[in-house]
């Protein structure tokens, strides 16, 4: 039986977020103010889509965003997590869970020769339009009050799992690796075996801590990180079990 790796992409693997990343294709690398303050919580797909429109309108081309996309640094270890990951491809299973976007996630991916450690990516998809603009849609709708409108990790997580095991495959144990406040809702659904591992000093684990403090139960133990290579010694400990 393997474990199942769920990661989220932004600020997780890579050590930026990909949206705000891709702005410094606008011109003068800032969106005009009406554009900025156009956003509304919880509505980033929808934002995204405006951004993308504008960076088209201004002339920004599909290889440029490309060449952004790629040179954004991974996080501090993570090149070498997904190198051991592949090489123990039999004991883990490994899906991506992002409100980012597929044309995105598929460049870095792409060009640092790592989809095949990825069973499966779930995010927005997005495509270029036939002029040229990159197009963004809802991952899904759902009915979570907790998350934004376009992207419940959990109810994707929970489908994942629950198609896997249709399919005969079972999981000894979820570990979900992530940062931001949308990882929140998948997390403390999480059940005794799992572990939660919250990159440190940012939001997911911040809450985490908060929640610890309030009493409030969880389930899943939690393991913070700052690089890869503490996931690699936590997963060897897992493996050897
Ligand atoms: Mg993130
Ligand atoms: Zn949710």
Not at 96 to 106: Q, T
């Amino acid at each position: 039986m393997k474990i199942l790796l769920v990661f989220d992409f932004d600020n997780t693997i890579i050590d930026d977020n990909s949206d705000t990343w891709i702005v410094q294709c606008a011109p003068e690398k800032k969106l005009p103010i009406e554009l900025q303050d156009s956003y509304k919580k919880g509505f980033w797909t929808e934002f995204m889509g405006r951004v993308f429109k504008y960076l088209g309108d201004e002339g920004v081309r599909e290889d440029e965003m490309k060449r952004a996309m790629i040179s954004m640094p991974f996080t501090p270890g993570m090149v070498e997590l997904l190198n051991f990951i592949r090489e123990n491809k039999n004991k883990f299973d490994c899906i991506i869970i992002s409100d980012s976007n597929s044309v995105f996630i598929d460049w870095v991916l792409e060009a640092a020769n790592f989809h095949d450690v990825f069973d499966q990516v779930f995010t927005n998809p997005a495509a270029f339009d036939s002029s040229g603009h990159l197009t963004v849609e809802k991952y899904h709708t759902h009915s979570c009050t907790r998350c934004p409108q376009n992207l419940c990790k959990n109810v994707v997580l929970v489908e994942f799992v629950g198609e896997q095991l249709q399919q005969g495959v079972n999981y000894t144990r979820i570990v979900y690796i992530g940062d931001g406040g949308n990882d929140v809702c998948p997390v403390t659904f999480l059940k005794k075996n799992d572990v939660a591992m919250p990159r440190k000093g940012y939001a997911l684990q911040k809450t985490l801590y908060r929640m610890c403090q309030n009493l409030e139960p969880m389930e899943s133990s939690v393991v913070s990180w700052s690089s890869g290579v503490e996931i690699i010694s936590y997963l060897q400990f897992l493996i050897k079990e």
